[in-house]
């Protein structure tokens, strides 16, 4: 089966430092979401993308917070500074689009600790 | 009010009972109705995708859109402990709007 690639699956860090997180979306797929899961809020979108061109990051905290899709293979989402409010999972998902939609993947997630 | 609601649950079931879960929605651009299932630790997994109002069957499972009470459900028929999950209605028109979730657990 196809499948979203999300690396790293956990990262402890300090707060202050940046982070890095990384999608491999399924080959094809035209759309890559950029979600945040905590207890509190549910999944909560952060960024999207169609054909690689940012089409909503109005859920990111603009200071901090990045989303870029260098090529059609790696979506990357960077926090700079790490507060430890951004402790939480970071889901990739991707989907085709195209005309209608058709549903989105979701990769396993990476797990956040800002200490 | 939130643009999707969803009863966090937790919802108990015997095995073998039927299963409603159920989403209300205030955003009538929404065209496409999905629900997830989430085990713990794991990313969501797309179970059933419907698009305007009616039913739809897969298995065990049949989805239901009602677009003129902006409302949506998902029922499971002959419920397993293996369905012991976080079930998210998702909905979307330009972008992608998730339900927090109703937890599960189908007890043997």
């Known amino acids: 089966d196809a499948r979203v690639t999300q690396t790293p699956r956990h990262k402890v860090t300090e707060m202050g430092q940046e982070v890095t997180m990384r999608c491999q979306p399924i080959?094809?797929?035209?759309?890559v979401f950029w979600y945040r899961q905590t207890m509190m809020q549910g999944l909560e979108l952060l960024a999207y993308?169609?054909?690689?061109?940012?089409?909503?990051d109005s859920g990111m905290p603009k200071d901090r917070f990045s989303a870029e899709m260098p090529d059609a293979t790696l979506a990357t989402l960077k926090i700079q500074p790490s507060e430890p409010r951004d402790s939480a999972v970071y889901f990739c998902?991707?989907?085709?689009?195209?005309?209608?939609?058709?549903?989105?993947?979701f990769g396993s997630g990476t797990r956040l600790t800002v200490v | 009010q939130k643009e999707v609601e969803q009863d966090p649950g937790p919802l108990s079931v015997p095995e073998g009972a039927i299963v409603s879960l159920n989403c209300t929605y205030s955003?009538?651009?929404?065209?496409?109705f999905m629900w997830y299932r989430q085990y713990s630790r794991k990313g969501p997994e797309l179970l059933m995708y419907?698009?305007?109002?009616g039913n739809k069957e897969d298995g065990r499972f049949t989805a239901q859109v009602d677009k003129s009470s902006k409302y949506i459900s998902l029922f499971i028929r002959d419920s397993q402990p293996s369905d012991s999950a976080t079930y998210l209605c998702?909905?979307?028109?330009?972008?992608?709007?998730f339900g927090k979730g109703t937890m599960l657990l189908v007890s043997p």
């Open positions: 955003n009538s651009a929404f065209q496409y």
């Open positions: 993308f169609r054909n690689r061109a940012p089409l909503d």
């Open positions: 998702a909905m979307q028109d330009s972008t992608l709007t």
């Open positions: 419907t698009y305007s109002s």
């Open positions: 080959l094809g797929h035209n759309t």
């Open positions: 998902a991707s989907g085709l689009v195209f005309g209608q939609s058709y549903g989105y993947t």
